[in-house]
């Protein structure tokens, strides 16, 4: 059973333009979070996707936005980058609702770096 | 809102050693979660225990139990027969749930306890 996708697994883009990263979980999996991690910040939830909807947002501001298809399969976009925005991002996804019914799986991550 | 804190950035331990990771935590909520996930350096988030706050019995999986007290907000993580391949960052993490058990994949990480096994 193949785990938790993203891709790219490398990034690297100059300030003010915009990324898109992308995220496939695990096959059945309807339940996508990303995270960003950060030497400083530690690890900080951005956002939840189930079912295509966003169910929660962490306190990023509206340059960083995601979107689930009807697949499942998650993106997330950061407009008009900023230096502070390099970081690992990571994406987990679960079979149910939240993790506290099944096991969340994380993906290997994305390196953003912005130059 | 809810905070986990790890007071240990690090942590050392002997090949075939136990070693306890702490984490504290604040919530006002009544029902939910606590994790232990592992980070190796190949940046792969694994779960390694998981605990239900409802749940008195403290949670084990093979070499590695947790040691929840719910009224001090505290959940350590214990590594028994600690083996090289252990070496990881090591998080502390929370994530609370509703009156029917439903969370929303918002966990709340601790800072991270980076565990070195010496040979």
């Known amino acids: 059973k193949a785990g938790v996708t993203q891709t790219p697994r490398y990034l690297i883009k100059t300030r003010g333009q915009q990324v898109t990263l992308s995220c496939s979980p695990i096959?059945?999996?309807?339940?996508v979070s990303w995270y960003q991690q950060t030497p400083g910040q530690g690890l900080q939830f951005l956002f939840e996707?189930?079912?295509?909807?966003?169910?929660n947002k962490g306190n990023f501001p509206g340059r960083f936005s995601g979107r689930q298809f009807s697949n499942s399969r998650s993106e997330m976009n950061v407009s008009t980058l900023e230096l502070g925005d390099s970081a690992l991002y990571l994406c987990?996804?679960?079979?149910?609702?939240?993790?506290?019914?099944?096991?969340?799986?994380f993906g290997q991550g994305t390196r953003l770096t912005v130059v | 809102a809810q905070t986990v804190t790890q007071s240990q950035p690090e942590m050392s331990v002997q090949e075939a050693e136990t070693v306890t990771l702490s984490c504290t935590y604040d919530t006002s909520e009544s029902n939910y979660y606590l994790f232990w996930y592992k980070q190796p350096p190949s940046r792969q988030m694994i779960l390694v225990i998981r605990q239900e706050a409802y749940k008195q019995q403290n949670a084990t999986e093979n070499r590695f139990s947790v040691n929840f007290q719910k009224a001090a907000k505290s959940f350590s993580l214990k590594i028994s027969d600690s083996q090289l391949g252990d070496t990881a960052m090591y998080f502390c993490a929370f994530i609370g749930t509703n009156a029917g058990g439903t969370s929303y994949g918002k966990l709340t990480f601790g800072q991270g306890t980076i565990l070195t096994v010496h040979p």
């Open positions: 096959s059945g999996h309807r339940s």
């Open positions: 987990a996804s679960s079979l149910t609702t939240g993790f506290g019914h099944s096991e969340a799986f």
């Open positions: 996707y189930f079912s295509e909807t966003q169910r």
